[in-house]
C-alpha cells in the first residue's frame, strides 16, 4: 500500500492536483553509509491508509481539502549529473503547474537541484533547512556535490534570499564563518527555546534532514547524532510556522539503519503535517 493515509489520488485520473510526492531513490553522494536510497519506497510502504488517517493533528483533511498525487521516482540510473538535471526538471514541472512538490530523498545532495529548480520559478525565495549538520563544506573529500556540501552550493549561487538553519549540533568553525558571511540564522540545538514561531516574508522551501531529531526519535538515519530535536518540538515549529510553502524535502531516511519502521513513520508524519501547513497557512 502506497496511499499516504488514504489520502492519495490516481494521477491518471486528476486533471488538477495541489500537493506531488517525488521519489529520489538515490544515495551515491552519501559520505559514510549507503542505504538512503530505500527512503521513498520505506516512507510510501509506512504510509498506508490500513494504519493511518488522511488528517493532519490541526484538521486538515488531505483526502478532501486537497489533490495529493504521486508521480513515482526520478530516473537516478545514470551519473549523477544526470539524476540532478532529473530531479531540477521534475520539481520544476511541479511548481510551473502551480503545485507544491513533496520531494522523498534520498541523501541531501538532492536539496540542491530541487532548490535550483524552485528558485528559477520564484525568484525571492526563503529556505528554512532543518538538519544535525549546516551541510556547508566547500567540498567533502574533494567532492562539491556531497551531501555534506548542498547549502554550500545553494549559497554561492544565490539561490536563496534568506536561510534559516535550525537544530545544528555538528558544525566547524569553517562552517559558522561561512554561515555569519551569508547572514545565516542559525538557531542550533543547544538554542532550542521553548516554543519557536518562524515567520518568512518570501515563499518558503523546506529541506528536512531526519538526523534533525535526535536518534532516539529516528535511528534510521547514516549519522547518529545525539542531543537532537524530539519529534514534538519539529512538529510544533512546523504547525506554528507563517509561511507560504512552495516546495520541500524530507532526506536521509536509511531504512536499513531504521527499527520497526519508526523512522519511516516520522518522516510519514512530518509529509502530512507539512502538508496540511500547505493547505491552510
Ligand atoms: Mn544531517
Ligand atoms: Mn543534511
Do not use: W
Not at 45 to 63: F, I, M
Amino acid at each position: 500500500m502506497t496511499d499516504f493515509g488514504g489520502a492519495l489520488k490516481d494521477y491518471a485520473r486528476v486533471k488538477n492536483f495541489q500537493l506531488a510526492v517525488i521519489g529520489v531513490p538515490f544515495d551515491e553522494k552519501s559520505s559514510f553509509l549507503r542505504g538512503a536510497a530505500g527512503g521513498p519506497e520505506a516512507i510510501r510502504r509506512v504510509s498506508t491508509g490500513k494504519c493511518y488517517n488522511p488528517d493532519t493533528e490541526l484538521g486538515v483533511d488531505l483526502a478532501e481539502e486537497t489533490v495529493l498525487v504521486d508521480l513515482g521516482d526520478v530516473d537516478t540510473s545514470g551519473d549523477v549529473l544526470k539524476t540532478f538535471a532529473a530531479i531540477e526538471e521534475k520539481v520544476r514541472e511541479v511548481v510551473m503547474n502551480g503545485a507544491v512538490p513533496i520531494i522523498l530523498g534520498g541523501d541531501h545532495s538532492i536539496t540542491y537541484p530541487a532548490v535550483k529548480a524552485v528558485a528559477s520559478i520564484f525568484r525571492e525565495l526563503d529556505l528554512l533547512h532543518l538538519d544535525a549538520h549546516p551541510d556547508m563544506y566547500e567540498d567533502l573529500y574533494g567532492d562539491r556535490l556531497s551531501h555534506a556540501c548542498p547549502m554550500a552550493r545553494i549559497l554561492e549561487e544565490d539561490l536563496v534570499k534568506n536561510m534559516v538553519q535550525v537544530g545544528i549540533r555538528a558544525t566547524t568553525p569553517e562552517m559558522e564563518e561561512l554561515a555569519r558571511k551569508h547572514r545565516v540564522k542559525t538557531i542550533t540545538a543547544r538554542e532550542f527555546p521553548e516554543k519557536l514561531e518562524l515567520a518568512f516574508e518570501n515563499p518558503l522551501y523546506i529541506s528536512l534532514d531526519l538526523d534533525v531529531f535526535d536518534p532516539a526519535f529516528a535511528p534510521g538515519v547514516s549519522h547518529h547524532e545525539p542531543g537532537g530535536l524530539t519529534s514534538r518540538q519539529v512538529i510544533d515549529l512546523i504547525q506554528r510556522l507563517r509561511a507560504k510553502i512552495v516546495a520541500f524535502d524530507i532526506v536521509e531516511l536509511n531504512p536499513s539503519r531504521d527499527v520497526s519502521g519508526i523512522t519511516a513513520s516520522l518522516a510519514f508524519k512530518l509529509v502530512k503535517e507539512i502538508a496540511g501547513k500547505v493547505v491552510r497557512p
